[in-house]
């Protein structure tokens, strides 16, 4: 069974090398160029994880939007990896803080990713 990821990234080169990475694996992806957009995909789409940016245009950045999933009962549970380039550790705790299961700076390892992701919807998520 196919798991549905939801990328939510504003820039086009990372939402094609993640694509290709996940080329890699059975996954149906569905893209998003920022939080707002992003949001109104995983209402839709019902995700198995979502792969969030941290840093993106709109009335919400990645953290807003990693709250707002925490407190919907319909989502709190999906695992979620903020993708970003701050990579002191006032923002990897700001992350985790938000409700992320994961957090990679950028530039990442497409297998680190891989490897992310496939560990995350193995392990169910602690309530």
């Known amino acids: ?26 996954f149906e992806l569905g893209e998003a160029i920022d939080a707002d957009a992003g949001w109104s995909l995983i209402q839709k789409q019902l995700p198995d994880l979502v792969l969030l940016d941290v840093m993106m245009p709109g009335s919400m950045d990645g953290l807003a939007l990693c709250r707002k999933l925490r407190q919907h009962p319909e989502f709190h549970s999906v695992p979620v990896v903020l993708l970003t380039a701050r990579s002191q550790q006032s923002d990897i705790d ?24 496939s560990g995350l919807l193995k392990e169910p998520r602690a309530q």
């Open 1 to 26: 069974m196919r798991a549905r990821v939801v990328l939510v990234e504003d820039q086009p080169e990372i939402r094609q090398l993640i694509r290709m990475t996940l080329e890699f694996g059975d």
């Open 94 to 117: 700001a992350g985790m803080e938000a409700g992320a299961d994961a957090y990679l700076t950028k530039p990442f390892s497409p297998m680190e990713l891989l490897e992310r992701i």
